[in-house]
């Protein structure tokens, strides 16, 4: 039995000996009984020399001051586990964590044992990822544009400073809301598309421009760039950069605009006229559209006459007239100096069409008024009803009336 007994504690010690961590046990005096060959890597002291030494020796009097709670508090009978950064004899800083256990016969505390186990790779590794939360935040803090981190379902996680000005929301009042809840109603059929294609994988990223509506009601546009980042342990979440392009449509919008509008009349020209027809062509069916063309009888002559200050009057007042006399489905532009077509969306028969190329031709005679003086004109006015499907037909035939008209 003494034989299997004295096995059993070399079985023992030797164990305790290949073990990487510090092992030891010291008594309520804090004295050493015991210690592992690893104490001579930390400390330089082979551990038969450091038997019978105060723990205060070991550590030396900073170290020991900082630990002296944990000693006390196993010494009163509670286990401590605290973590440690020290510096070995070699100059490696070791990140530890330390945990002390009460050696309690018949409820007395006799002395305890001290774990220490080397845990500076995990504290690197948290040192990495806390590094790269921070550097995501002030990343997300600073951006100059606005950076979210949304759930697969559209729910705001995460917003910055810079989306909560744009969006006039705070952080708060956004994570209680889905991107549904601020985007522009007839945009969000696209925007689900996009958000169900990120979320099953079908694309990784997109890049779109939509609009969102203010929480003071107003609507702005925005570029969003969204990608996924997978993550099957926390869930996946979106990443989205949000920036505001407001100003950028307003002035496209105007740019288009000023390539589609006559200048002088503010009615559309030829070009927004081509586009038109366009369109038709592009209709399904053969469901016939009216037009009307008119040309200003003798336009020269009121130029050479007038002049062509009055002359540019003259076109502006019958482009206004021309307005009060079509409808606001109807299209009307100017397409070249003195001619004028207008797209007959809301006519309904040939007959109708015809009746009002004569209502007018009337309307749009003169005289105009242009500064007390009395500016004589007539116009010829050619009319067409023919299907959609040949918008050329079309134009051609009521500028041949035109012409039959101003011939007659």
């Not at 015991?34 to 205060?56: C, M, Q, T």
């Not at 000693?71 to 530890?96: K, M, P, S, Y």
């Not at 004028?340 to 005289?367: I, K, N, Q, T, Y």
């Amino acid at each position: 039995m003494t034989m299997q007994r004295a096995t059993w504690d070399e079985v023992m010690r030797r164990a305790v000996e290949q073990l990487p961590s510090l092992v030891g046990y010291w008594d309520s005096a804090q004295r050493n009984v015991f210690a592992n060959r690893v104490y001579a890597d930390y400390f330089g002291i082979e551990p038969s020399d450091l038997v019978g030494k105060h723990i205060g020796e070991l550590l030396g009097e900073d170290l020991y001051q900082l630990n002296l709670p944990y000693i006390t508090g196993v010494l009163a009978g509670e286990q401590q586990q605290f973590d440690r950064t020290l510096i070995d004899v070699n100059g490696v800083v070791r990140v530890t964590q330390a945990t002390y256990v009460p050696d309690i016969v018949d409820g007395v505390v006799i002395g305890f044992t001290a774990l220490v186990v080397d845990v500076s790779a995990r504290a690197e590794i948290e040192r990495e990822r806390d590094r790269a939360i921070r550097l995501f935040q002030n990343v997300m803090d600073n951006a100059p544009i606005g950076n979210a981190v949304m759930t697969r379902d559209g729910r705001w996680l995460q917003v910055n400073k810079a989306l909560c000005e744009l969006l006039g929301y705070t952080a708060e009042e956004l994570r209680q809301k889905t991107f549904r809840d601020i985007t522009h109603p007839d945009d969000i059929p696209l925007a689900d598309e996009h958000l169900k294609a990120l979320a099953d994988g079908t694309l990784t990223n997109i890049a779109s421009e939509k609009r969102y509506i203010r929480k003071d009601g107003a609507t702005i546009w925005v570029q969003r760039n969204a990608t996924v980042v997978r993550d099957g342990d926390s869930g996946d979440v979106i990443i989205a950069q949000i920036q505001d392009i407001t100003a950028r449509k307003v002035a496209e919008a105007r740019l288009e605009r000023q390539a589609l509008i006559d200048d002088l009349t503010s009615l559309g020209n030829r070009r927004r006229l081509m586009i038109e027809l366009d369109k038709l062509a592009q209709l399904p069916g053969d469901q016939p559209v009216g037009m009307l063309f008119v040309d200003i009888d003798a336009f020269k002559t009121i130029n050479d006459r007038f002049g062509h200050v009055v002359g540019d009057r003259v076109l502006a007042a019958i482009g206004r007239r021309i307005l009060d006399n079509t409808r606001t489905e109807d299209i009307s532009c100017r397409i070249g100096g003195d001619e004028f077509v207008a797209l007959l969306h809301s006519a309904r028969s040939a007959e109708g069409v015809e009746r009002l190329a004569d209502r007018v031709r009337g309307h749009l005679a003169g005289p105009y008024d242009i500064d007390g003086t009395d500016i004589p004109v007539s116009v010829s006015v050619g009319w067409s009803w023919e299907p959609t499907t040949d918008p050329e037909k079309l134009l051609r035939i009521a500028d041949e009336r035109m012409y039959s008209s101003k011939r007659a």
